[in-house]
């Protein structure tokens, strides 16, 4: 699906779209990704459950210099805050949101307009409040081990 | 202050909670989504997530009212203070520090994982330090050793899904809705958990439970679709109970081992988890077989509340720790 939306962040073209076959590959796509973010950035993702988004966060945030413990699902949190080594991460999750009013009620604005960099897991539960420069990102299941992960 | 009053406010994610402990022990605890049927102008509103703002008033109010203490009687106010959600966090944070100064009464910040670790001292008999504490919810998975009061060592927590997590979404895979946690605990008891084999990752005393909740799904999506609702009809509770059955294995050995390697002779498990039925059966077996005493609060001091809040700072009060006025929630705190 085209988006009538551009992102400013310009991934190189030779990282999407991408096929990976393991939790530490997706971990590895998100680490390149990472050198290639500012803070100020946003980065949504979807995919279904089991899609690999926590694991490319996870890496994303590795290559950072968040301390790896430190790194987990923020699904029942909602947001974790870390602190890497260009500034402040901040990893949020849609999942249990119900409401789109709930998200003022989490200071989304501080999160998704600050200076840090904001990653945002099941970003379609918020499509409308989502920064029209945000870098959104799919992770499809392809069967078997096998995922893509594409700008969408 | 021999019988120190202290009200207690939590409110670090979902629910606004309030408490009063008196002397240490517990006078009321008031949690929004279970306790409050308040009226707001007339109306008795669905309580939504997170509404800290609106709910923190009556929530404290309903506190005081149980325990029949006016707010002349306290003698410390107590709040979370993190781990959590900033603005959630600092809506009982802000307004502790405002009734405490109002009050001319010492602040006591809380850990939300310490309220947790410390849960099983609000209903005797309380476990004697050091004992193993498993931290099991929907948020955090961690296993520590409580060497003395407020003296703590974090031996393992997870490096991707918290126990809890992963029971709600494969909960939601299995068809059973979000949070699913609770059904599948009801549906494995009619379960063979020997139906199939799901992986046990384990790391030491780490956890990981993200790669238990792809197994699922790989092992459902390799049917074809026509027949995966015919076999979740008749195995639906063999599934479940093979699941479960590889989240409480994890658990468990990582208690057994954290017990034969310190020697402690109790051990506690607390956080939402605790009430799973088969965790409790398997550590109850775990702690006969090991000779130490199991501890285990309450379903309604397992979940999110501020009795475990107060409890805790009336434990810290004791040992003279009281926080500056100037204290600022702090989301990412750890243990």
Redesign the interface.
């Known amino acids: 699906m085209q988006s009538n939306r551009t992102s400013d962040i310009e991934p190189p073209t030779s990282l999407f779209p991408a096929e990976t076959t393991s939790?530490e590959a997706t971990r590895a796509l998100g680490a390149r990704l990472a050198a290639t973010l500012a803070p100020g950035d946003v980065v949504a993702l979807d995919g279904d459950?089991?899609a690999g988004k926590?694991?490319f966060i996870?890496g994303l945030c590795e290559a950072l210099g968040v301390p790896?413990?430190?790194i987990?699902?923020p699904?029942?949190?909602?947001?974790?805050?870390?602190?890497g080594t260009d500034g402040p991460i901040y990893h949020i999750d849609a999942y249990?949101i119900e409401?789109i009013e709930?998200l003022y009620?989490?200071?989304f604005e501080d999160y998704a307009y600050g200076d840090g960099l904001c990653l945002i897991e099941w970003a379609e539960r918020i499509g409308p409040l989502l920064p029209d420069d945000a870098l959104r990102l799919c992770l499809t299941?392809l069967?078997?081990?096998r995922r893509q992960i594409d700008v969408c | 202050m021999t019988h120190p009053v202290l009200l207690g406010i939590e409110s670090s994610?979902d629910d606004t909670a309030a408490a009063v402990v008196a002397g240490g022990r517990l006078r009321s605890s008031v949690v929004s989504s279970q306790d409050v049927h308040e009226t707001f102008g007339g109306v008795v509103p669905e309580l939504?997530?997170?509404?800290?703002q609106r709910l923190i008033v009556p929530v404290v109010q309903q506190a005081l009212a149980e325990a029949e203490v006016a707010p002349g009687d306290l003698d410390a106010v107590a709040a979370t203070y993190g781990?959590?959600?900033?603005?959630?966090l600092l809506v009982g944070l802000s307004f502790a520090k405002a009734y405490a100064f109002g009050l001319d009464v010492p602040l006591v910040g809380v850990n939300h994982l310490e309220g947790h670790i410390y849960s099983v001292f609000i209903e005797p008999p309380a476990p004697a330090f050091p004992y193993l504490c498993l931290v099991v919810?929907?948020?955090h998975t961690q296993l520590v050793l409580v060497e003395d009061g407020f003296q703590h060592h974090l031996l393992g927590?997870?490096?991707?899904?918290?126990a809890?997590?992963a029971f709600?979404?494969v909960g939601?895979?299995l068809g059973l809705g979000?949070p699913g946690g609770p059904a599948i605990d009801r549906l494995a008891q009619e379960g063979d958990p020997s139906f199939h084999d799901f992986p046990r990752t384990r790391l030491g005393y780490?956890f990981s439970f993200?790669?238990l909740?792809?197994s699922v799904?790989?092992y459902l999506?390799e049917m074809p679709d026509d027949e995966r609702a015919a076999f979740l009809q008749e195995h639906l509770a063999d599934v479940c109970a093979s699941f479960q059955q590889a989240i409480v294995d994890v658990l468990i050995d990582a208690l057994r081992n954290a017990l034969h390697e310190t020697g402690v002779a109790h051990v506690a498990i607390v956080g939402g988890v605790s009430a799973n039925t088969a965790l409790r059966a398997a550590a109850t077996d775990l702690a006969d077989e090991e000779g130490v005493t199991l501890h285990i609060p309450h379903p309604r001091y397992s979940v999110d509340n501020a009795a475990m809040i107060a409890v805790t700072a009336h434990h810290k009060l004791a040992a003279g720790h009281t926080s500056p006025l100037t204290l600022t929630a702090a989301?990412?705190l750890a243990l």
């Open positions: 939790p459950l089991g926590t694991q996870k790896p413990e430190q987990t699902s699904t029942f949190t909602l947001v974790h805050e870390y602190e249990r409401r709930e009620e989490l200071g299941h069967g078997g081990t | 994610c939504a997530s997170r509404d800290h781990p959590g959600l900033a603005g959630a919810s929907g948020g927590t997870t490096r991707d899904d918290a809890g997590e709600d979404k939601t895979l979000y780490d993200s790669g909740k792809t799904l790989y999506n989301p990412s």
